[in-house]
């Protein structure tokens, strides 16, 4: 009596149509998690745009229009912060049923680290570098140059600020994502590592605003020590590349 055997869910084909129905509900779940902590953090909204507005002392605006649109704004913008990880988890989902069993184990991890990341790096930058940026960038004010700032540029500029430093900080992770892919070794970073220190801090007095030491240190330190980081992850990726191979 011939077996019969069963198929891997994986190898069988999904209709198109069932795709894009997962795909739709996906993102209605995400759009209505960021909606409703928007609603949540919209009665907080005076006391953040006071503890935003604290490096300048006071923010104005310079249309009837851009007090109340700068509220809705930054909420959205915090809603999505807040909702992120639950967004990420509605990504995770549609994702790992194409996924193969190894694969499922390693993404997680990543979407987990990557979020913590990048939380980190815009902490970093709200709490460290926007402070000492516009002390100095303010000290160039004088009795015929009145600073004046607007609220909507300068919200823009805190935001940019924030998601640049959310994404350098996610450097080890994207010397991991190469290594795996053999297109960065750990042998190079080490050889590089003087290049890439000489560079990381040629790229610290460019964009820290201060002329002095400690502002580009503020900088410089925390990227050699995710450059460090990245070696060390590349490390441990070969390493359990060679592993594998042994075994097999």
């Given at each position: ?116 990341l ?34 909507s540029r ?7 600020l ?5 994404l ?58 995710l ?22």
């Open positions: 009596m011939k077996k019969k055997i069963k198929k891997n869910s994986i190898d069988e084909p999904v209709p198109l149509l069932v795709h894009l129905s997962e795909l739709r509900k996906r993102i209605i779940h995400s759009l209505i998690a960021i909606i409703l902590c928007s609603i949540i953090m919209w009665p907080f909204m005076n006391k953040v745009l006071e503890s935003l507005a604290r490096p300048l002392g006071k923010l104005v605006f310079i249309s009837p229009f851009e007090a109340f649109w700068i509220r809705i704004k930054l909420s959205f913008f915090l809603g999505l912060i807040l909702s992120l990880p639950f967004v990420l988890f509605q990504i995770w989902n549609f994702i790992q049923k194409g996924l193969l069993p190894r694969e499922k184990r390693f993404i997680l991890p990543l979407t987990i680290s990557s979020l913590f990048f939380y980190l790096g815009g902490l970093f930058a709200y709490f460290l570098i926007l402070p000492v940026g516009m002390k100095f960038l303010l000290s160039y004010g004088s009795e015929t140059l009145v600073p004046m700032i607007s609220v300068y919200l823009s500029f805190l935001l940019c924030v998601f640049s430093f959310g350098i900080f996610e450097l080890p992770l994207v010397v991991g994502f190469l290594t795996s892919f053999g297109i960065l070794k750990s042998d190079g970073l080490k050889r590089n590592r003087k290049v890439a220190i000489l560079g990381i801090f040629i790229a610290a007095a460019a964009l820290t605003p201060g002329p002095d030491i400690f502002s580009q240190l503020l900088l410089a330190v925390p990227l050699l020590i450059y460090e980081i990245g070696i060390l992850v590349s490390k441990f990726i070969e390493r359990r590349r060679c592993g594998k191979n042994r075994s097999t």
